[in-house]
C-alpha cells in the first residue's frame, strides 16, 4: 500500500479541508442573539423547536393531542401535588425519588423534572396547539408549550401568536453529515426538519411592556384561560440587519432595496449549486457565510429566484398537480393510505398510493429536487404513513389529517404538487446565475 502524508488545515481538518474564500463572506448568523449592529445577514436565529416527546406533543389529529396532553398534564400534576406533599415530611427528598416512571402515561426528560422539582404545575390550553412543519412539506399539529417542550429555542419570538405571520430561513445545522439544505416555512419548524435545524427570520416580536407585569398578568389570565391574547401586545422587529441593508443599498446604488428583497435574496444564493458544491466541507461544519455578488442585475436574479422558490416551497399544497403524470384507481374514492411505495426499489416511476390507487410516469427530474438527503417526493412517501410509538402505544395516522381537513384526497393531491414542486424547483435553480469563487 502506498502511504500518502495527510497535513491538517488551521481549523483542524485532516481530510475534507474548507475552503478559505468561505471566510471572505459575509456571516448570515449573528455573534449575538438580537444584536441589531450585528455585521451580518440576519440579528437573530434558532434552533428548531426539540420537544423530547414528539409523539406526545405531535400528530396529525388535532383531537388525539388534546386527548394525549390532557392525559399526560393530569398525572404531571399529581406527580407534583405528591412531591410537594411530601417535602412537608422530608424536606430534602428528591423529585426522582417518588417519580412514577410509565411511558403509557407520561414521557419524561430532565427538562421536564427539573418543571416538576420546581413546584411547576401544567394547564392545558387548547390555544397552545398550533400547526407546526415538521419534516419536509409534512406538517402536523403540534401543542406548544413550555413545559412540555424541552428546548423552545426562539420560536415563541418568531411565532407568538398563529395570527402574526412570519417567515423562516432553515438551513442544515452543523455537523449534518447529509449535504447541506435549506427550506423556508411560515410554521414553527422543528428541530429535525433538515437536521440540527438553523433558523434564520423575516421579522422576530418583542413583547410590549414591563416583564414582570407580563408575568403577573400571564399567570392570573393567559395560563388559566383559552382567551385569545390582545395581538398589539406585539411589536414586528426585522430579522435582517441595518449592516447588510446599507451595505447592498451603498454597493448596488438602489434606493429601492427591501430587506425582503435581502431575505429572498438568501434563499435564492442558498439554492446555488455552484454555492453548494465549491463549500459543500465548509457547510458541514460551520453555518453559512455567503457574498453579495458583484452587480445589481444578478442580486436581482437571485432574489427573484428566491421569491419563486419560496412561493413554491410555502403553498406547496396548492401547487397543481404535475399535467403529465397519470393516475389510475381514483374512481372508488379510497384515498386512505397505510404506506405509498414503488413497485420495486429501482423504479421511481410510479408509485402505489393504495390497493387501489397508482401513479406513473413521473419523470425523473422530479427526483432531483433534494432536501435534507432525499427527494421531496421521497419525504412525502416516508411520512404519510401510520406509525406507531413502541414505548407509549401512541399512533400517529395521517389520514386523520385528511379527515379533520374534510379533504379525504388530501395526501393524494399533496402528492401529486410536490411532484409538480420538484420539477419547477429544479428549473428555478437550473436558472440561477453562475457564482465565481476565486
Given at each position: 500500500?502506498?502511504?500518502k ?24 448568523t449573528?455573534?449575538?442573539k438580537?444584536?441589531?449592529k450585528?455585521?451580518?445577514f ?8 426539540s ?20 392525559s399526560?398534564?393530569n ?10 406533599n411530601s417535602?412537608?415530611n ?15 402515561i ?9 418543571m ?10 387548547k ?9 419536509p412539506?409534512?406538517?402536523q399539529y ?9 428546548r ?14 412570519n417567515?423562516v ?6 455537523g ?13 419548524p422543528n428541530l429535525?426538519?433538515?437536521?440540527k ?5 423575516l421579522?422576530?416580536y418583542?413583547e ?7 408575568e403577573?398578568?400571564?399567570s ?8 385569545p ?8 422587529r ?10 447592498a443599498?451603498?454597493?448596488y446604488?438602489?434606493?429601492?432595496l ?5 431575505f429572498?435574496y ?17 457547510l458541514?461544519k ?13 442580486f436581482n ?6 421569491r ?15 399535467s ?15 404506506k ?22 413521473i419523470?425523473?427530474k422530479?427526483?432531483q ?5 432525499k427527494s421531496?417526493i421521497?419525504?412525502i ?26 379533504n379525504?384526497?388530501y395526501?393524494l393531491?399533496?402528492?401529486l404538487?410536490?411532484i ?9 435553480v437550473?436558472?440561477l ?6
Amino acid at each position: 500500500m502506498e502511504w500518502k502524508i495527510i497535513t491538517p488545515n488551521k481549523e483542524g481538518d485532516w481530510i475534507n479541508h474548507r475552503d478559505i474564500a468561505f471566510d471572505t463572506f459575509i456571516p448570515i448568523t449573528p455573534e449575538e442573539k438580537f444584536d441589531t449592529k450585528s455585521q451580518s445577514f440576519f440579528v437573530s436565529n434558532s434552533l428548531g423547536l426539540s420537544s423530547n416527546r414528539d409523539f406526545w406533543v405531535y400528530n396529525s389529529s388535532k383531537q388525539k393531542i388534546v386527548e394525549n396532553m390532557t392525559s399526560m398534564s393530569n398525572f404531571f400534576n399529581e406527580q407534583v401535588t405528591s412531591y410537594q406533599n411530601s417535602l412537608k415530611n422530608n424536606p430534602k427528598l428528591d423529585f426522582k425519588e417518588i417519580q412514577v416512571y410509565n411511558p403509557k402515561i407520561i414521557s419524561w426528560s430532565s427538562g421536564l423534572v427539573s418543571m416538576a422539582s420546581s413546584g411547576n404545575k401544567a394547564i392545558f390550553k387548547k390555544n397552545n396547539l398550533v400547526i407546526s412543519q415538521y419534516r419536509p412539506f409534512y406538517k402536523q399539529y403540534l401543542y406548544f408549550d413550555k413545559i412540555f417542550n424541552e428546548r423552545p429555542g426562539q420560536n415563541s419570538k418568531y411565532f407568538p401568536n398563529p395570527q402574526l405571520g412570519n417567515l423562516v430561513i432553515c438551513v442544515s445545522g452543523i455537523g449534518v453529515t447529509k449535504e447541506f439544505s435549506s427550506l423556508v416555512t411560515n410554521k414553527l419548524p422543528n428541530l429535525d426538519l433538515l437536521g440540527k435545524s438553523q433558523c434564520y427570520p423575516l421579522y422576530y416580536y418583542e413583547e410590549i411592556g414591563d416583564k414582570k407585569k407580563r408575568e403577573i398578568k400571564s399567570s392570573q389570565t393567559l395560563l388559566e384561560t383559552d382567551e385569545p391574547e390582545p395581538l398589539n401586545k406585539y411589536i414586528k422587529r426585522d430579522g435582517i440587519s441595518d449592516f447588510i441593508f446599507e451595505k447592498a443599498k451603498k454597493q448596488y446604488g438602489e434606493s429601492g432595496l427591501t430587506k425582503e428583497d435581502i431575505f429572498y435574496y438568501v434563499y435564492g444564493v442558498l439554492h446555488s449549486p455552484d454555492y453548494q458544491k465549491a463549500f459543500s466541507n465548509n457547510l458541514k461544519k460551520m453555518l453559512p457565510k455567503i457574498p453579495l455578488v458583484d452587480n445589481i442585475a444578478d442580486f436581482n436574479s437571485f432574489s427573484m429566484a428566491g421569491r419563486k422558490l419560496s412561493d413554491l416551497h410555502l403553498n406547496y399544497e396548492t401547487v397543481p398537480p404535475y399535467s403529465d403524470v397519470k393516475v389510475t384507481g381514483t374512481e372508488g374514492e379510497y384515498f386512505t393510505i397505510s404506506k405509498m411505495k414503488f413497485p420495486k426499489k429501482d423504479q421511481k416511476d410510479t408509485i402505489i398510493y393504495n390497493s387501489k390507487i397508482t401513479i406513473s410516469e413521473i419523470p425523473d427530474k422530479a427526483f432531483q429536487y433534494i432536501v435534507n438527503g432525499k427527494s421531496a417526493i421521497e419525504w412525502i412517501m416516508e411520512r404519510y404513513q401510520i406509525t406507531t410509538d413502541k414505548d407509549s402505544g401512541i399512533i400517529n395516522d395521517p389520514n386523520d389529517w385528511a379527515i379533520e381537513e374534510d379533504n379525504p384526497r388530501y395526501i393524494l393531491d399533496l402528492l401529486l404538487s410536490i411532484i409538480n414542486l420538484s420539477v419547477q424547483t429544479v428549473d428555478i435553480v437550473d436558472g440561477l446565475p453562475e457564482l465565481k469563487f476565486e
